[in-house]
């Protein structure tokens, strides 16, 4: 499968933005789909996944409250959207799969497929 996130941009402390992760090739619906984060000069983490059918997620706690992780399986997306948005969000955002019968990790090394990432900047 191919990953493309889109959505990010330059906002204020305190807005909101919602990311998309589009695939193609096989449906995403096989798939855990995972959101990473890397900032400049740090190590990529983890923000949250969600299971193939979309029963199950999982946020690092930073973001647990703010950011809310969805897929629409039907039209092959995934969303973050994050809510209050605060200046150590800022990161480059990336969508990551897995396939669905491992279910979710927040490892990054455990996701075999990346997108190219998109830029969240949160200006204060």
Same mark, same amino acid.
């Given at each position: #499968? !191919? *990953?493309?996130?889109?959505?990010?941009?330059? #906002?204020?402390?305190?807005? &909101?933005?919602?990311?998309?992760?589009? $695939?193609?090739?096989? /449906?995403?619906?096989?798939?855990?789909?995972?959101?990473?984060? !890397?900032? /400049?000069?740090?190590?990529?983490?983890? @923000?949250?996944? +969600?299971?193939? /059918?979309? =029963?199950?997620?999982?946020?690092?706690?930073? @973001?647990?409250?703010?950011?809310? @992780? &969805?897929?629409?399986?039907?039209?092959?997306?995934?969303? *973050? !959207?994050?809510?209050? *948005?605060? /200046?150590?969000?800022?990161? +480059? %955002?990336?969508?990551?799969?897995?396939?669905?019968?491992?279910? +979710?990790?927040?490892?990054?090394? $455990?996701? =075999? %497929?990346?997108?190219?990432?998109? *830029?969240?900047? #949160?200006?204060?």
């Amino acid at each position: #499968v !191919q *990953l493309q996130a889109s959505g990010g941009g330059l #906002v204020e402390a305190g807005a &909101s933005m919602r990311l998309s992760c589009g $695939g193609s090739g096989p /449906p995403l619906s096989s798939y855990v789909v995972g959101w990473f984060r !890397q900032a /400049p000069g740090k190590e990529r983490e983890f @923000v949250a996944a +969600i299971d193939s /059918p979309g =029963d199950n997620t999982r946020y690092r706690e930073s @973001v647990k409250g703010r950011f809310f @992780v &969805s897929r629409d399986n039907a039209r092959n997306t995934g969303h *973050l !959207q994050m809510n209050g *948005l605060k /200046p150590e969000d800022t990161a +480059i %955002y990336y969508c990551a799969a897995r396939r669905a019968y491992l279910g +979710i990790t927040d490892m990054s090394r $455990g996701y =075999d %497929y990346w997108g190219k990432g998109t *830029l969240v900047t #949160v200006s204060s």
